[in-house]
Protein backbone atom coordinates (compact mmCIF):
# COMPACT_ATOMS: atom_id res chain seq x y z
CA UNK A 1 0.00 0.00 0.00
CA UNK A 2 1.34 3.38 -1.31
CA UNK A 3 1.02 6.74 0.26
CA UNK A 4 1.84 10.04 -2.22
CA UNK A 5 1.45 13.26 -1.63
CA UNK A 6 1.29 15.54 -4.35
CA UNK A 7 0.75 19.09 -5.65
CA UNK A 8 0.83 22.95 -3.23
CA UNK A 9 -1.07 23.49 -0.43
CA UNK A 10 -3.15 26.73 -0.85
CA UNK A 11 -2.77 28.77 2.57
CA UNK A 12 -6.15 31.48 2.70
CA UNK A 13 -5.20 35.20 3.14
CA UNK A 14 -9.12 36.14 2.87
CA UNK A 15 -11.80 34.27 1.15
CA UNK A 16 -10.49 36.30 -1.93
CA UNK A 17 -7.05 35.80 -1.78
CA UNK A 18 -4.26 32.65 -0.51
CA UNK A 19 -0.83 32.25 -0.95
CA UNK A 20 0.35 28.97 -2.79
CA UNK A 21 3.45 28.16 -5.06
CA UNK A 22 3.96 26.37 -8.64
CA UNK A 23 3.60 23.05 -7.50
CA UNK A 24 1.85 21.37 -10.42
CA UNK A 25 1.65 17.77 -8.92
CA UNK A 26 3.05 16.41 -11.97
CA UNK A 27 5.91 14.81 -9.96
CA UNK A 28 3.83 13.16 -7.54
CA UNK A 29 1.02 12.24 -9.96
CA UNK A 30 3.78 10.62 -11.88
CA UNK A 31 4.78 8.08 -9.00
CA UNK A 32 1.38 7.66 -7.76
CA UNK A 33 0.32 6.02 -11.13
CA UNK A 34 3.91 4.29 -11.37
CA UNK A 35 2.75 2.42 -8.43
CA UNK A 36 -0.35 1.72 -9.12
CA UNK A 37 0.97 0.06 -12.84
CA UNK A 38 3.57 -1.88 -10.67
CA UNK A 39 0.01 -3.31 -8.49
CA UNK A 40 0.43 -1.31 -5.77
CA UNK A 41 -2.93 -0.04 -3.91
CA UNK A 42 -2.40 3.46 -4.26
CA UNK A 43 -3.71 6.83 -2.19
CA UNK A 44 -3.18 10.01 -3.57
CA UNK A 45 -3.66 13.17 -1.43
CA UNK A 46 -3.31 16.18 -3.33
CA UNK A 47 -3.34 20.02 -3.16
CA UNK A 48 -5.64 21.66 -5.79
CA UNK A 49 -3.57 20.80 -9.42
CA UNK A 50 -5.02 20.64 -13.12
CA UNK A 51 -3.06 16.98 -13.34
CA UNK A 52 -5.57 13.82 -13.71
CA UNK A 53 -4.78 10.89 -11.69
CA UNK A 54 -4.29 7.75 -13.26
CA UNK A 55 -7.12 5.26 -12.63
CA UNK A 56 -7.37 3.01 -10.35
CA UNK A 57 -5.70 5.63 -7.64
CA UNK A 58 -7.64 6.72 -4.32
CA UNK A 59 -7.71 10.41 -4.34
CA UNK A 60 -8.25 12.82 -1.40
CA UNK A 61 -8.52 16.40 -2.38
CA UNK A 62 -6.88 19.01 0.35
CA UNK A 63 -6.47 22.47 0.30
CA UNK A 64 -4.47 23.89 3.18
CA UNK A 65 -1.16 22.52 4.86
CA UNK A 66 -3.14 21.72 8.13
CA UNK A 67 -5.63 19.67 5.64
CA UNK A 68 -3.21 18.00 4.22
CA UNK A 69 -1.05 17.28 7.58
CA UNK A 70 -4.96 15.79 8.91
CA UNK A 71 -5.13 13.52 6.29
CA UNK A 72 -1.64 12.73 6.28
CA UNK A 73 -1.32 11.40 9.85
CA UNK A 74 -5.21 10.17 10.04
CA UNK A 75 -4.06 7.52 7.16
CA UNK A 76 -0.11 7.00 7.31
CA UNK A 77 -0.69 3.76 9.74
CA UNK A 78 -1.95 2.03 6.98
CA UNK A 79 0.49 2.52 4.15
CA UNK A 80 3.95 0.45 3.59
CA UNK A 81 5.48 2.96 1.16
CA UNK A 82 5.05 6.78 2.01
CA UNK A 83 6.52 8.71 -0.51
CA UNK A 84 5.80 12.97 0.21
CA UNK A 85 6.14 15.06 -3.34
CA UNK A 86 4.33 17.34 -2.18
CA UNK A 87 5.42 21.52 -1.77
CA UNK A 88 3.86 21.95 1.77
CA UNK A 89 3.50 25.63 2.65
CA UNK A 90 5.57 26.00 5.41
CA UNK A 91 3.80 29.39 6.71
CA UNK A 92 0.08 30.27 6.95
CA UNK A 93 -1.91 33.39 7.98
CA UNK A 94 -1.85 33.89 11.16
CA UNK A 95 -5.37 35.41 10.86
CA UNK A 96 -7.79 34.08 8.17
CA UNK A 97 -9.95 37.58 7.32
CA UNK A 98 -14.04 36.60 7.72
CA UNK A 99 -14.13 39.50 4.77
CA UNK A 100 -12.25 40.51 2.05
CA UNK A 101 -9.64 42.58 3.19
CA UNK A 102 -10.42 46.24 1.67
CA UNK A 103 -7.67 47.77 -0.20
CA UNK A 104 -6.05 51.03 1.76
CA UNK A 105 -2.56 51.37 0.83
CA UNK A 106 0.35 48.98 2.10
CA UNK A 107 -0.80 45.31 3.29
CA UNK A 108 1.39 43.13 5.53
CA UNK A 109 0.15 39.82 6.69
CA UNK A 110 2.02 38.15 9.84
CA UNK A 111 2.84 34.38 8.82
CA UNK A 112 2.53 31.49 11.30
CA UNK A 113 4.14 28.35 11.10
CA UNK A 114 2.29 24.94 9.36
CA UNK A 115 2.79 21.47 10.67
CA UNK A 116 6.20 19.35 9.53
CA UNK A 117 4.34 16.64 8.24
CA UNK A 118 6.93 15.10 7.05
CA UNK A 119 8.91 15.38 10.22
CA UNK A 120 5.46 14.21 12.15
CA UNK A 121 5.70 10.85 9.96
CA UNK A 122 9.25 10.19 11.25
CA UNK A 123 8.76 10.26 14.55
CA UNK A 124 6.63 7.24 13.99
CA UNK A 125 7.80 5.39 11.16
CA UNK A 126 7.16 1.75 12.21
CA UNK A 127 8.20 0.04 9.79
CA UNK A 128 7.18 1.89 6.87
CA UNK A 129 9.29 2.95 3.79
CA UNK A 130 9.32 7.03 4.53
CA UNK A 131 11.21 9.12 1.70
CA UNK A 132 11.00 12.61 1.26
CA UNK A 133 11.84 15.23 -1.01
CA UNK A 134 13.69 18.12 -1.02
CA UNK A 135 13.37 21.48 -2.91
CA UNK A 136 15.84 24.14 -2.90
CA UNK A 137 17.66 26.54 -5.09
CA UNK A 138 21.43 26.67 -3.35
CA UNK A 139 22.96 24.37 -1.20
CA UNK A 140 21.20 21.61 -2.52
CA UNK A 141 22.90 18.64 -1.20
CA UNK A 142 23.62 19.79 2.48
CA UNK A 143 20.29 20.75 2.99
CA UNK A 144 18.89 17.64 1.36
CA UNK A 145 21.44 15.45 4.21
CA UNK A 146 19.89 18.07 7.09
CA UNK A 147 16.43 17.09 6.45
CA UNK A 148 16.83 13.19 5.78
CA UNK A 149 18.79 12.85 9.22
CA UNK A 150 16.05 15.45 10.89
CA UNK A 151 12.79 13.41 9.70
CA UNK A 152 14.30 10.22 10.10
CA UNK A 153 14.11 9.22 5.86
CA UNK A 154 14.59 6.73 4.67
CA UNK A 155 15.82 8.36 1.33
CA UNK A 156 15.34 12.21 0.33
CA UNK A 157 14.61 13.11 -3.27
CA UNK A 158 16.73 16.33 -4.32
CA UNK A 159 15.79 18.91 -6.72
CA UNK A 160 17.57 22.12 -7.52
CA UNK A 161 14.60 24.32 -8.51
CA UNK A 162 16.77 26.67 -10.92
CA UNK A 163 18.21 23.91 -12.56
CA UNK A 164 17.10 23.80 -16.49
CA UNK A 165 14.37 21.16 -16.72
CA UNK A 166 13.81 20.24 -12.82
CA UNK A 167 11.16 21.15 -10.15
CA UNK A 168 7.91 22.73 -10.90
CA UNK A 169 5.67 22.47 -13.83
CA UNK A 170 8.26 20.37 -16.47
CA UNK A 171 7.86 17.12 -17.36
CA UNK A 172 11.22 16.18 -16.48
CA UNK A 173 13.23 16.34 -13.57
CA UNK A 174 16.94 16.10 -12.35
CA UNK A 175 17.25 14.45 -9.27
CA UNK A 176 19.97 12.83 -6.48
CA UNK A 177 19.02 10.76 -3.89
CA UNK A 178 20.74 10.30 -0.95
CA UNK A 179 19.96 7.18 1.73
CA UNK A 180 20.15 7.16 5.39
CA UNK A 181 23.14 4.25 4.68
CA UNK A 182 25.19 7.65 3.62
CA UNK A 183 24.81 6.41 -0.52
CA UNK A 184 24.45 8.89 -3.01
CA UNK A 185 23.24 8.49 -6.93
CA UNK A 186 22.97 11.32 -9.26
CA UNK A 187 20.29 11.32 -11.95
CA UNK A 188 20.52 13.10 -15.22
CA UNK A 189 17.65 15.44 -16.37
CA UNK A 190 14.72 12.49 -17.40
CA UNK A 191 11.15 12.26 -17.23
CA UNK A 192 9.46 12.99 -14.11
CA UNK A 193 7.66 9.30 -14.72
CA UNK A 194 11.36 7.63 -15.14
CA UNK A 195 12.13 9.52 -11.66
CA UNK A 196 9.00 7.83 -9.95
CA UNK A 197 10.04 4.58 -11.19
CA UNK A 198 13.64 5.27 -9.71
CA UNK A 199 11.79 5.92 -6.66
CA UNK A 200 9.81 2.75 -6.63
CA UNK A 201 12.61 0.80 -7.17
CA UNK A 202 14.48 2.27 -3.57
CA UNK A 203 11.65 1.60 -1.74
CA UNK A 204 11.66 -1.98 -3.03
CA UNK A 205 14.62 -2.31 -2.31
CA UNK A 206 14.43 -1.21 1.28
CA UNK A 207 11.67 -2.97 2.11
CA UNK A 208 12.65 -6.49 0.94
CA UNK A 209 15.97 -5.33 3.20
CA UNK A 210 14.08 -4.80 6.36
O1 LIG B 1 4.56 19.30 -8.59
P1 LIG B 1 5.57 19.58 -9.66
O2 LIG B 1 5.23 20.80 -10.48
O3 LIG B 1 5.86 18.37 -10.53
O4 LIG B 1 6.95 19.99 -8.93
C1 LIG B 1 7.61 18.95 -8.25
C2 LIG B 1 8.21 19.46 -6.92
C3 LIG B 1 9.33 20.44 -7.24
C4 LIG B 1 7.14 20.12 -6.08
C5 LIG B 1 8.76 18.21 -6.19
O5 LIG B 1 9.76 17.59 -7.01
C6 LIG B 1 9.35 18.60 -4.85
O6 LIG B 1 10.50 18.99 -4.74
N1 LIG B 1 8.48 18.46 -3.81
C7 LIG B 1 8.87 18.85 -2.44
C8 LIG B 1 8.66 20.31 -2.30
C9 LIG B 1 8.92 20.74 -0.87
O7 LIG B 1 8.07 21.14 -0.12
O8 LIG B 1 10.23 20.57 -0.56
P2 LIG B 1 10.80 21.12 0.87
O9 LIG B 1 12.30 20.97 0.80
O10 LIG B 1 10.22 22.48 1.20
O11 LIG B 1 10.16 20.06 1.94
C10 LIG B 1 10.90 18.94 2.29
C11 LIG B 1 9.96 17.75 2.49
O12 LIG B 1 9.14 17.98 3.63
C12 LIG B 1 9.01 17.46 1.32
O13 LIG B 1 8.90 16.05 1.20
C13 LIG B 1 7.68 18.06 1.77
O14 LIG B 1 6.58 17.31 1.27
C14 LIG B 1 7.77 17.92 3.29
N2 LIG B 1 7.12 18.99 4.05
C15 LIG B 1 7.50 20.28 3.91
C16 LIG B 1 6.90 21.26 4.69
C17 LIG B 1 5.90 20.88 5.63
N3 LIG B 1 5.30 21.79 6.40
N4 LIG B 1 5.55 19.57 5.77
C18 LIG B 1 6.15 18.62 5.00
O15 LIG B 1 5.82 17.43 5.10
Redesign the pocket.
Known sequence: KVLV???PTVEAIDPVRYITN???????YEIAKAARIRGAEVTLISGPVSVKPFTGIDVLKVKS?VEMHDAVVQNAAEYDIII?????A?YRPKNIAENKIKKGGAMSVELAE?????KELGKNKRNAVLA?????TENLLKNAEK?LKA?NLDFIVA?N?TAEGA???TDT?IVTILDKDGNKSVYDIMG?DEVAHIILDKCVKIMNKD
Do not use: W
Open positions: TAGHSSGKMGAKAAAVDNPDILGFCMEKKNLGFKNK
